[in-house]
């Protein structure tokens, strides 16, 4: 069998991604090899094809114990024989699974890493005659990363006891430093490294200001029905307030924390994977590795705390290869919350994270496209603007804002550096209430310069002033507006300010919504086959995603196959899938496309 014919055979899919056949053929050349691959690049595939084509079973190490029954069941959907050896096994179980080991019975065999420490493991892989090894999630070998684990630590023990098998770690993240120590602890030559592209066309990018958080996300998700996400919080206390004004809504909504009890957490978990609930809203502890293919949107609620983090948790969405969208919300107020969260740190610590930090900020405030920026954050030429951000969708338009700037700081002035942002809006606009009758403030000479403004505007305004540095927030005095030298360089008009129009929110939205490519509609039939597929997956006590991933129901809704042999030719659809859902799908295809003649001709 050629890795061709597997990767048709048993996935469906006609072509490699960038990579996956260059890393087959070195494995099945018996050579060891760091993969780096992003999200949603398809490492699986690169060691479970040579698995298949090699003679013996496969040994995957993941720290991910919760997955493993959902990555070994994908497996099986394929045809594949694998099963997994952890923790959650009884003694009984495990025992079978050894057995079908030793008969040979097992193509893939996953172990949590904990299990690989046990002493009668070793012996018992000794006993086994091992195609390779493949250590997933490869990053938390290295105490210089988020996720490290020690029990990883211990995996260079199959270097010693298994010299000659090939050996795949893979990962999503590893800067430099992360990847040397890889390399050293697992002994893999540097020349063996295979560093895939990051860019991820189908996810959309844009940056939305943090003014009514709540509001968007809801009129964003008004959009999305029924579409699984994951809104990232940097609070405990913000995931459960947001999951219980979505439910409020009506949304299906859980929050998910390091705070949880562990069969809680695994509970969301579950539900979420298995589509019972629509959003998840998380902190960063949530979805490391989680193997769910549709997740179509995510949204962070704040400013995450640098690159690195913010590409990792938004590629968790469209894994499937079809559009999905990222939303981030940003304010100032963020980038301050998280430089207290840094003041107890050591003093080059400190330095270090301000600075990946700041990147974070400033990719935030950019206006030239946005995955331009991450790309060259990780070292690579982009070959143009991306067509698919915020800022190529809808490019920012600058004007003179100085007059507009100068209004703004000559109120704060003349209110002696006291007032917060909502109180100089209301100076500006001429609003008549207490407060600011009291105050003295509609004596001001700036009292009503504003009026022709809009509120939203001003606040937009105002948040770009101090995005620039043009004005300071006093977060300890009431959030009080300060000015710095620059706003009085300003108000001497010794200094020109570029202010950018603020976009309706309505337009930014349809931005959104208006993908170029295919999106994943509320179409008829398209509605119709993810029913089907839930069904089928309740039935089998799998994933939705382990029937058929929304790549697949999307090209079958697009080319609407009448036969086996089209059916065939979608994408996704392997030759144990068609046996076991194709007819089905086909009949559901069928029934729809004749109801849909027979509406047409009434
Ligand atoms: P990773 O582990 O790198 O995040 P996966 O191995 O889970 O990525 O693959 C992501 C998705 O892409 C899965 O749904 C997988 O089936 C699919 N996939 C992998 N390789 C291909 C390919 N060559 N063509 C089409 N889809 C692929
Ligand atoms: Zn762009």
Redesign the pocket.
Known sequence: MTKQDA?KKY?G?E???PL?AEIIDHALAGKHALVL?P???????CFQIPALIMDGTAIVISPLIALMKDQVDGLTANGIPAAFLNSALAEEESAAVIRQCLKGDIKLLYISPERLGAASTIGFLQKLRISLFAVDEAHCISSWGHDFRPDYLKLHVLREKFPTVPLIALT?TADRVIRKDILRQLDIPEEHQFIASFDRPNLSLTVYSGQKRLEQILRFLSKRKNQPGIIYCLSRKTTENVASRLQDRGYRAAYYHAGMANDERSKVQDAFIRDKIQIICATIAFGLGI?K?NIRWIIHYSLPKNIESYYQEIGRAG???APADTVLFYSYADVKTHHEMLKDLPQDRQELLSAKLDRMKRYAEADICRRRILLSYFNEQPSGDCGNCDVCKNPPKKFNGTIIAQKALSAIARTGEKINMTTLIQILRGSHNMFIRENGYDQIKTFGVGRDIKYSEWAEYIFQLLNSGFVDIAYDEGYALKLNDLSRKILKAEMEVLLTEPMALEKKLETVAALPKKQVVADGLFEKLRALRRTLADENNVPAYVVF?DRTLLEMTDMCPRDEIEMLGV?GVGEHKMKQYGKIFLAEIRRYIHEEAKRVSK
Request: aromatic share 18%; charged share 15%.
């Open positions: 990767l996935f899919y072509t490699f991604y996956q691959m999200t949603g690049g398809g490492k699986s595939v999503a193997d293919s894994r499937d290869g991933s994408s």
